[in-house]
């Protein structure tokens, strides 16, 4: 029997980040997280229950008693490619942080990818968890930490460097969120880390998202970091996130 994995939600949506944003996906949020970032705007706290959209890209969500099943997991996946044909790109494992649950996901990946490409979205932390799923993964979007803005302390720069490293058989990119106290030291200590592992990593400049949602960095300042990242880095690019623009989930 198949292990057993503790979830929120999943839905379908528009991917507002990173290197796959515009992109239709299923969504798996899972709960939990090794992290307490300052900015966070998302539910991950563990409950009794997890939801799923009642049909894809609906909004409305019906609740489920936990935990998730694998066999659930493939019937949603399969029902909602047989309503929706060819409009999912991919199956985006999100949180909260998703590798809390490795040993879970080494067994469910294999089976999942099957059926539909895996995006792992990670706060690129958990390295020696990485190992045990990595090989079933086609993208990774890797969000390294400052602290500028995260509130994260910088012990995190090394775990970066080692969980960037590992991820390279599959396609990965990094995503930083950006603020006015947003410093030329960080941008230079992230192209440090990318330029280590490969140059051509596509890094993801996104300006931070205040709580009435305004953006809490100035547009000059957004060019300035950009300026200065892309002087080191093949392709750099500035994404604020789409979803909240589109008003998805």
């Known amino acids: 029997?198949?292990?057993?994995?503790?979830?929120?939600?999943?839905?379908?949506?528009?991917?507002?980040?990173?290197?796959?944003?515009?992109?239709?996906?299923?969504?798996?949020?899972?709960?939990?997280?090794?992290?307490?970032?300052?900015?966070?705007?998302?539910?991950?706290?563990?409950?009794?229950?997890?939801?799923?959209?009642?049909?894809?890209?609906?909004?409305?969500?019906?609740?489920?008693?936990?935990?998730?099943?694998?066999?659930?997991?493939?019937?949603?996946?399969?029902?909602?490619?047989?309503?929706?044909?060819?409009?999912?790109?991919?199956?985006?494992?999100?949180?909260?942080?998703?590798?809390?649950?490795a040993d879970v996901l080494a067994e469910w990946f294999p089976e999942i990818r099957k059926l539909i490409p895996i995006h792992l979205e990670t706060n690129g932390t958990m390295n020696m968890a990485l190992l045990s799923v990595v090989g079933h993964v086609d993208y990774i979007s890797m969000d390294m930490k400052l602290p500028s803005t995260s509130g994260c302390t910088e012990h995190l720069w090394e775990l970066h460097d080692l969980f960037l490293k590992q991820s390279l058989s599959s396609e990965v990119s990094v995503k930083i969120v950006v603020g006015d106290s947003t410093g030329s030291d960080e941008i230079n200590k992230v192209c440090d880390i990318i330029t280590a592992a490969d140059h051509s990593i596509s890094l993801f400049v996104q300006p931070l998202t205040l709580p009435d949602g305004s953006l809490g960095i100035s547009a000059s300042h957004i060019l300035r970091l950009q300026e200065l990242a892309s002087s080191r880095l093949k392709d750099v690019r500035v994404i604020p996130q789409m979803h909240k623009l589109l008003g998805v989930l």
């Open 1 to 101: 029997m198949s292990k057993l994995l503790c979830i929120n939600e999943i839905f379908s949506s528009i991917q507002g980040e990173g290197m796959l944003a515009g992109r239709r996906q299923i969504f798996v949020r899972l709960t939990g997280c090794n992290l307490d970032c300052r900015y966070c705007d998302t539910n991950f706290e563990h409950s009794d229950s997890y939801r799923v959209e009642t049909e894809p890209g609906s909004g409305l969500l019906v609740e489920y008693p936990q935990p998730l099943s694998l066999q659930k997991m493939l019937s949603i996946i399969a029902d909602w490619q047989t309503r929706l044909p060819g409009a999912h790109h991919s199956i985006s494992f999100t949180g909260g942080e998703p590798l809390l649950n």
